[in-house]
C-alpha cells in the first residue's frame, strides 16, 4: 500500500524531514507534499500580480496563489498532518486542519501537550493527537502495514 502525504504547519523547525527520515527508514511507501515553507517565498507569491499599497492586500494576493497549491495537495492526500509548533501562532494550520474536516480527510496534529487547550476543537476532528514525530510515523506504519 502507498500513501500521499501532506505536510502542514510550522515552518521553523526540521519536524518534516524527521518524518521523511523515519519513514524512509522503515521503508514505507510514502510520497510526502508541503506548503511551501520558504517564509518569504510564501509571503510573495502573489507579487507577480503587481505592487500593493498596504501589506494587507498583499497578504491577501498571495493567500489566494498559495491556496492553488495548499487546496489541490490537501485533496490528493491520503493523511494530512499537522504541526503546530509553540513559538508562532500557525492559524494556516488550523484552516488547513478545518479544511480537513470539512473534506472528511483524514489527519493527525502533532504538538505539545501544553497547547491541548486552545486546539481542543482541532484535535477532536482529527484521527490522533501526536507529540512526536516518531508517533506520526509509527501511525504511518500501522497504517500501511497492518
Same mark, same amino acid.
Not at 483524514?106 to 497547547?115: F, G, Q, R, S, W
Given at each position: ?13 526540521? =519536524?518534516? %524531514? ?24 510564501? %509571503?510573495? *507569491?502573489? #507579487? ?8 494587507? =492586500?498583499?497578504?491577501? $494576493? ?24 509553540? $513559538?508562532? $501562532?500557525? =492559524?494556516? *494550520?488550523?484552516? #488547513? *486542519? ?6 472528511? $480527510? ?16 482541532? #484535535? ?23
Amino acid at each position: 500500500m502507498s500513501f500521499t502525504v501532506y505536510l502542514s504547519g510550522e515552518i521553523h523547525t526540521d =519536524w518534516r %524531514d524527521e518524518i521523511r527520515r523515519g519513514a524512509t527508514a522503515r521503508g514505507l511507501d510514502v510520497t510526502f507534499t508541503s506548503a511551501v515553507t520558504d517564509h518569504e517565498a510564501s %509571503d510573495a *507569491a502573489g #507579487d507577480a500580480l503587481g505592487p500593493e499599497s498596504t501589506g494587507y =492586500w498583499r497578504d491577501h $494576493k498571495s493567500s489566494l496563489v498559495n491556496s492553488i497549491r495548499t487546496r489541490n495537495l490537501i485533496e490528493k492526500a491520503d493523511l494530512v498532518v499537522v504541526r503546530f509548533g509553540d $513559538k508562532y $501562532k500557525q =492559524w494556516n *494550520a488550523a484552516f #488547513d *486542519a478545518g479544511y480537513c474536516a470539512a473534506l472528511g $480527510k483524514p489527519y493527525v496534529t502533532l504538538h505539545a501537550e501544553d497547547i491541548i487547550h486552545p486546539l481542543k476543537e482541532v #484535535d477532536a476532528g482529527a484521527q490522533a493527537w501526536a507529540t512526536t514525530t516518531d508517533q506520526v510515523v509509527d501511525i504511518l506504519d500501522y497504517v500501511l502495514k497492518a
